[in-house]
């Protein structure tokens, strides 16, 4: 049986029956308990779990991150919320100097086990310092897993995942997809953290994508089919540990590649699939991999900007296009 | 390894503060702890000093020399429950929380018997046993952990408070406004030290804020705090008691301005050009070790010769803690791949 669900909704039963399960499990943020979250993503909690275990914070980023690290550090399994990822940036102290290097530099005696999670990318006509992604900064970082998803069902079963886990996790939503619906099961389901889902199967062309561009990747598969092209579409749903094998098996199988990946382009998630793909992958292909960023710039706020910095679906039909020697 | 003294006296002592008629205040087992403890640091750290200098310890090495009498203070004035986290002149806080000296001196030469199995060095002693959350490398960066780590005791239910430890440096840091603020939001059982031992590196105090005297930052807060001479062990330990005390009662959280002085550069690397020797000469007539073996003596507490013995014992157990770390091996390189993630099938990118 499964019903339909919002992510938002779908995140919010993920820690709810993951704080009934294990009482070392807490959350705490920025308006995450009075106000039921600045998305709504924790809407009744703090009703039910009182406001020891659903911590109102002060805008104070780097504290409360790293308080998360120190509860976790001391057994507990905090879940950080950020009200968006760009607001982390204030907290990269706690995550890549603290809970990334815990366990190593205390060489197993202490661990980390939290979650920071929010949303992450751009989300609107936000302007510049709201609009970012973050999936390749924190992937950079050994000792960090990296989780980026909008796909209600699977979101519920990593975000599930990521509380269990004894690693720290960063965990990507999205502000424009937390009212994005779902089929999500009814009852207990895990999602494993580092595998993709292979979201539409198709031989002619493999298109690569993670978050909030899988909405743009889906109708281009769509339309490709029209023509006759028949794009099998991965989402990756884990950035850190990437799923290189689902990656390759399908790229064997097409021989060609776009990667849509909102972040900016320079040593992004993007890149790395390519180099990956050439180096484990290289006999199998029939054309340069081709990637779909945004723009190499800060995304300012006119709505001409904001077209012309996003990925979209014209544009993933002619980066497919341009790797099948297709001229549109 | 010879530990001379390994008793906690806390609870024995805290029914016998009375001062007696010749100023003496604890037992002579407290008094010898304190001794031993601040002997074993000291000597550690010149030896560490001696092997930086022939290549055999590389990396930073930041000693406490000057600094010990507030390790000796924690042995007797909180409980090894209390969980502790510092800085990166941290090899005091470690030793006196229980680490054996062999096992910090083999961690200094980088050797997988050392305390943290050569990973993490001068900066970064760790022990789940004893309670020590470590030496952390960012300055500042462990004042929200510790504030973190009293969470987590407060969300249990425990009666056990974390000290959070940091350097006059840290106090300018962000990371010690937000800690304090939501300390006190949520009344956790956080006691803050800091060890303001008059230089954030090169900087003087004077130069970093005009809020030179750092407890009254508590002020802004509405958390208590109280300043003290960090080279009398004594006033220390009381002071540190105190302010437990006032914590465990449900008081809320307590910032302790520990007044000390280094006597050796920030690190290895720095030969203090920013101070003065008359400067370093006042405060070494203040050692905190010369102040307690002069009260020792003095107060007829327990003889030269007894002191003697605990050099000597001390002696030995920093010659065998070289052996030691001299005889141990480095970790073998694949270690590199352990303690990264828990998730023992972590696939790491290797091509």
């Known amino acids: ?328 | 390894m010879s530990q001379v003294i390994e008793k906690k006296t806390s609870k024995k002592d805290s029914s016998s503060e009375a001062t007696s008629s010749n100023g003496v205040s604890f037992s002579k087992e407290t008094y010898l702890g304190w001794y031993e403890t601040m002997q074993r640091i000291r000597k550690f750290e010149e030896r560490a000093l001696m092997m930086y200098s022939q290549n055999k310890i590389r990396g930073f090495l930041h000693v406490y020399i000057g600094q010990e009498a507030i390790a000796a203070a924690l042995t007797t004035a909180v409980t090894s429950d209390d969980p502790i986290v510092t800085a990166y002149r941290q090899h005091g806080i470690g030793i006196c929380r229980g680490l054996s000296t062999a096992a910090c001196m083999a961690e200094l030469f980088g050797k997988k018997t050392g305390a943290n199995k050569g990973k993490g060095g001068s900066m970064h002693f760790f022990s789940k046993e004893h309670n020590y959350f470590g030496g952390n490398g960012i300055v500042g960066a462990q004042i929200p952990i510790g504030t973190g780590i009293a969470y987590a005791e407060y969300y249990r239910e425990t009666k056990n408070l974390c000290v959070t430890m940091f350097g006059d440096g840290a106090a300018r840091q962000g990371s010690l406004h937000e800690s304090f603020n939501m300390a006190m939001l949520w009344n956790l059982p956080v006691l803050y030290i800091c060890e303001n031992n008059g230089y954030a590196m090169g900087t003087s105090v004077q130069r970093t804020s005009n809020v030179v005297d750092i407890h009254m930052i508590g002020d802004a807060y509405g958390m208590k705090h109280k300043a003290v001479d960090g080279m009398d062990v004594e006033k220390t330990h009381l002071a540190i008691k105190e302010a437990a005390d006032h914590i465990r009662d449900g008081k809320g959280p307590y910032f302790l301005e520990i007044k000390t002085y280094r006597y050796r550069g920030h690190s290895v690397s720095d030969p203090a050009k920013y101070r003065t020797k008359e400067e370093l000469t006042k405060y070494k007539e203040r050692d905190p070790i010369l102040i307690l073996e002069d009260k020792i003596l003095d107060a007829k507490i327990a003889s030269e010769d007894e002191l003697k013995d605990i050099q000597d014992a001390i002696k030995t157990e920093i010659n065998e803690a070289v052996k030691f770390a001299e005889e141990s091996e480095y970790p073998p390189a694949s270690d590199l791949y352990t303690d990264n993630y828990l998730q023992e099938d972590y696939p790491f990118i290797r091509d």
């Open chain 1, 1 to 328: 049986m499964a019903r339909e669900l919002t992510l938002r909704d779908a995140l919010n039963e993920a820690m709810r029956e993951e704080m009934q399960r294990d009482d070392r499990v807490f959350l705490m943020g920025e308006e995450v308990a009075e106000y039921n979250g600045a998305y709504k993503v924790s809407r009744g909690l703090l009703d039910e779990f009182g406001p020891k275990r659903v911590v109102d914070t002060p805008i104070a980023e780097l504290g409360f991150a790293g308080i998360g690290v120190g509860a976790a550090m001391n057994g507990l399994r905090p879940i950080i919320e950020f009200m968006t990822w760009n607001f982390a940036v204030l907290a990269f102290d706690q995550i890549v100097n603290n809970a990334a290097k815990t366990l190593s530099q205390s060489a197993g005696e202490f661990s980390c086990p939290i979650v920071f999670r929010g949303p992450t990318g751009s989300a609107g006509q936000l302007a510049q310092q709201h609009s970012q992604t973050f999936e390749s900064w924190m992937a950079n970082t050994p000792g960090l897993k990296v989780i980026s998803i909008v796909d209600p069902a699977d979101a519920k079963g990593l975000l599930k995942s990521a509380i269990r886990d004894d690693d720290p996790v960063c965990m990507m939503e999205s502000e424009q997809m937390y009212g994005l619906k779902g089929e999500v099961p009814e009852g207990e389901y895990l999602v494993p953290i580092g595998k993709a889902a292979i979201r539409r199967e198709g031989s002619d062309v493999t298109i690569v994508s993670f978050n909030k561009m899988m909405e743009v990747v889906k109708p281009a598969a769509e339309e490709l089919a029209k023509e006759g092209i028949e794009a099998e579409v991965i989402d990756l749903r884990t950035i850190r540990p990437l799923d290189y094998q689902t990656l390759v098996n399908s790229l064997k199988k097409t021989n060609r590649m776009v990667v849509v990946d909102e972040s900016w382009p320079f040593a992004g998630v993007s890149s790395e699939i390519a180099y990956a793909m050439q180096k484990y992958a290289f006999d199998y292909l029939d054309a340069p991999i081709t990637r779909l960023n945004a723009a190499d710039t800060s995304l300012p706020y006119a709505p001409t900007f904001v077209e012309e910095y996003l990925p979209n679906p014209e544009k993933v039909i002619r980066a497919v296009k341009e790797v099948m020697y297709i001229n549109a």
